[in-house]
Every structure is written in structure tokens, then in C-alpha cells.
């Protein structure tokens, strides 16, 4: 059998990537669907025996299933724009502290089931960014919920910031088992989860660090993973400062 050219190496690398990809989306929007459909057969059922008592139970967990989805359709929404070009984050005035007491506050459930040791040490002063409220606190949500699902009961989940020059760098570290060698090159790509790696809570579909960083590199910004020597994982992120804003 004669070598195959580079071209048609890439071109089987990519479909079997493509292959790969759509087997765990096909996974990942099965099973609440199936959670959804039992439901509301189990209430049709219930219905007709008129035994109502369980079924706003029933309900409620279907509707959150639903929206749940809905949240994942729009994320792989949002990231397949950016990453093709078709979409910019919108520009704002968005300053960090604020971001992260809303994300923390969406997170509060899971902050106390890991009952997560949780601190801020941000600066006073600190510049407004020019990131849009909305997105800058779906990134700290991003970046937050995975410490928080990653470190262990009882642990810590600290984030720091500081201004250098027109952008701030800002940091949430974690002391879990953080990311392992030889899947650190692909911890940012769709749909990539650490294999056998311990998780608080359902295991998402591997699209919030894709997200995070393709909205940070469409603000002139970048996020990166740190591995300290002390173990743990620590996510940082550069984000340009609104100049305006911050006068």
C-alpha cells in the first residue's frame, strides 16, 4: 500500500475528528431528551389515572432538562459564530467585580455543595474592561463552575487580578487534581473532556472553556492554563481595558 499524501492524511484526520464530535453531541443531546420524554410520559400516564400529585415534580424536571438544552444549542451557537468569524462579542464597559458576584451567585448551589473555601483578591480601582456585562460574566461563570466542579470538598477556589498596562490578567486557581500532561494541548478544544477525571455534578458537553476563550480572543484578549508546581490548575485571562471607561 503506497504512503498517503499529507493532504488526505489531514483530510482523514479531520473527518475522523468530525466523526468523533458528532458521536458526542449525538450523546450529549440524547440523554436529556429521553429525561424529557419520560417525564412527560410518565405524567400523560399519571394524568390519566388522575394521580396529579407527582407530576409538577415530573414537569419541573423536564422544564429544566429543556432549558438546559436550550442553554447548550445556544452556546454551540455562539461558539461556531466566533470561531467561523460570523460573530463579535459585544463591546461594553463591564468591570470584573460585578461579573464575578453574579457568576458566584448563579454558582451558589454548587459553591455550597463542594463547600469550596471561595476568595476574591482584586484591587482597588481596578479598570473597567471592554467586554459587555453580560458576556464578561458568562466567562467568570465558565471559568468559576469549573473550578468548583473540579476542587475537591472542602478546598479552595481563589481568584486574583491586576491592571498591567492596557489590559487586566486575572486568575481563578483551584487546589484539585488539575490537568493531567498530556491533555493540557486540548483542554480548550469543542466538546474536549478529561478522560476518568473526577467531577462534582452532571458532566457537560465540553463547550464552556471553547466558549470562554474564543470570546476573550474576540476582544483582543487570550486564556490559558497554568499547572503550578503545587498541583491544581489555574485559568487566566487577558482582557483590554475600556480606556473611556476607565478615565
Known amino acids: 500500500m503506497p504512503d498517503l499524501s499529507p493532504e488526505i492524511t489531514l483530510i482523514e484526520q479531520a473527518r475522523q475528528a468530525f466523526e468523533e464530535q458528532i458521536t458526542v453531541l449525538a450523546h450529549d443531546l440524547a440523554s436529556p431528551l429521553a429525561r424529557i420524554i419520560n417525564c412527560l410520559q410518565l405524567s400523560k400516564d399519571l394524568l390519566a389515572t388522575q394521580e396529579l400529585s407527582a407530576i409538577p415534580q415530573l414537569l419541573d424536571i423536564a422544564l429544566n432538562s429543556a432549558q438546559t438544552q436550550l442553554q447548550n444549542v445556544e452556546l454551540l451557537q455562539d461558539i461556531t459564530r466566533l470561531a467561523n468569524g460570523m460573530k463579535k462579542p459585544p ?8 461579573a464575578l458576584d453574579q457568576a458566584l451567585a448563579m454558582l451558589q448551589g454548587l459553591l455550597t455543595e463542594s463547600e469550596a473555601n471561595y476568595s476574591a483578591d482584586l484591587p482597588l480601582g481596578l479598570p473597567a474592561t471592554c467586554a459587555d456585562e453580560m458576556w464578561l460574566t458568562r466567562i467568570c461563570f465558565v ?20 491592571h498591567e498596562n492596557d489590559t487586566i490578567r486575572v486568575c481563578v486557581a483551584d ?6 500532561e498530556e491533555h493540557r494541548a486540548r483542554i480548550f478544544d469543542k466538546f474536549y473532556r478529561v478522560p476518568s477525571s473526577p467531577l462534582r455534578g452532571r458532566r457537560g458537553m465540553g463547550l464552556g472553556l471553547t466558549f470562554a476563550k474564543l470570546a476573550l480572543e474576540g476582544y483582543g484578549g487570550s486564556l490559558w492554563l497554568e499547572s503550578p508546581a503545587e498541583g491544581g490548575a489555574t485559568f487566566c485571562f487577558r482582557l483590554p481595558v475600556n480606556r473611556e471607561a476607565s478615565l
Not at 143 to 155: E, Q, T
Open 91 to 98: 463591546l461594553g464597559d463591564a468591570r470584573l467585580a460585578p
Open 175 to 180: 487546589n484539585g487534581r488539575g490537568v493531567p
Open 143 to 162: 471559568l468559576l463552575d469549573n473550578a468548583l466542579r473540579h476542587v475537591p470538598k472542602g478546598g479552595t477556589v481563589r481568584v486574583t487580578a491586576c
